[in-house]
């Protein structure tokens, strides 16, 4: 049975371009309120809205829908490493914004996507996982990148221990609703990064 909503003004939409943008922008409004396990590919076509077919089309099974989402955020600058890639951002300052309080709006308080989908996802060997392992590791090469511009000497140490910080203090403000939760996290990331950079740089 078809449960897509069949208004005029839906079928309309259903016969319009931007099919795969609607899909993607409807699943991530609900893995955001309800979780990924939670919702189904038939929630996610009514609330596109577009046919069963349509989404099918554009992605075969659920996972495909989910990493397609992962990499849409990935890509979009908007997560928690976003940041480290910035140029306009001094390099410390970039390694600081890692512990930023998240905007205002959101309300409740998310964690890191990527950790979320591999719990949701656990199987070591999922694709799921397996790309939401890819992105971690991803963190570490740009704190890496980062502390090797600012004159560390042995960066993938001290990265490792900041990624920890920074995933670690984004699960703890998801699960603790307490958005301002990364000072701490912070706090203990200067005093590494006193300790492990040049005193010329350490500051700046």
Known sequence: MDTSVNTPAAASQRRGRGGRERILAAAARLFATQGIGATGMEQ?????????????????????????????????????????????????????????????????????????????????????????????????????AVLTELGCREPLPLAEQLATLADGAASRAMVLDEADYGRHARAAAEILLDHALPEETGKA
């Open 44 to 144: 996610v076509a009514e609330e596109a809205p577009v046919s069963k077919r349509t989404l099918y089309a554009h992605f075969r099974t659920k996972n495909d829908l989910v990493i397609a989402h992962l990499r849409g955020l990935a890509l979009s600058g908007a997560t928690l490493e976003g940041v480290l890639t910035r140029d306009d951002i001094p390099p410390r300052e970039r390694i600081r914004r890692l512990f930023d309080q998240p905007a205002a709006d959101a309300t409740p308080v998310r964690g890191c996507p990527f950790i979320d989908a591999a719990a949701e996802f656990p199987d070591p060997e999922s694709a799921v996982h397996s790309y939401a392992r890819e992105q971690k590791l991803r963190m570490v090469h740009l704190i890496v």
